[in-house]
């Protein structure tokens, strides 16, 4: 993997950029601080045209419903045109391609932003990197998988439902396997032992 000296970190604020991405079988302009006051799953993958990446890209959006409800937007990023994104959104699902998607697809010829996020490969291809942003543009999340297996969109939906829970309740943190619904543990000595008493 090429070093990226400015490693970014959980916690800190997501790099911004500004790309051409595919949306709706149209280019557009997008930046990443157009999706502040939102959450934002990016979702880094190799290449366009392979055989792990449509199965990930396509299950995120068939789920894309279950984001939005809990106020997230999606982008798809890899190093590929967005000539040829746009050519892998028009190859239907049957022979490998995306069809319609209900999230954009951003092109990043140049590597500046896989090289920002530090999942760009010394070969020149993005690994696997999933990242979730908060709504005030800090990373909550951060998870990159190599290059021959791909993530989890329900992993991904339960990590987004946690970061909600403990911003919206700041006292409180979720243990281990945590769904919703499920008790948390009250971030002090005294009151974190009403959790483990119950377990």
Known sequence: MIPNNNCIRVGQNAPDFS???VYDQEFKKIKLSDYFGKYLILLFYPLDFTFVCPTEITAFSDSYTEFQALDAEILGISVDSEYSHLAWLQADRESGGLGDLN???VSDLTKEIS??????T???TSL???FIVDRHGIIQHALINNLDFGRSVDETLRIL???RYVQEHPDEVCPANWQPGNLTIISKPKESKDYFRSI
Do not use: Q
Request: no cysteine; aromatic share 10%; proline share 5%.
């Open 103 to 105: 999230y954009p697809l």
């Open 115 to 120: 090289l920002s996020y530090n999942v760009l």
């Open 19 to 21: 790309a051409t991405a």
């Open 161 to 163: 439902k946690a970061i």
């Open 128 to 130: 696997r990197g999933l």
């Open 122 to 124: 010394e070969a020149g």
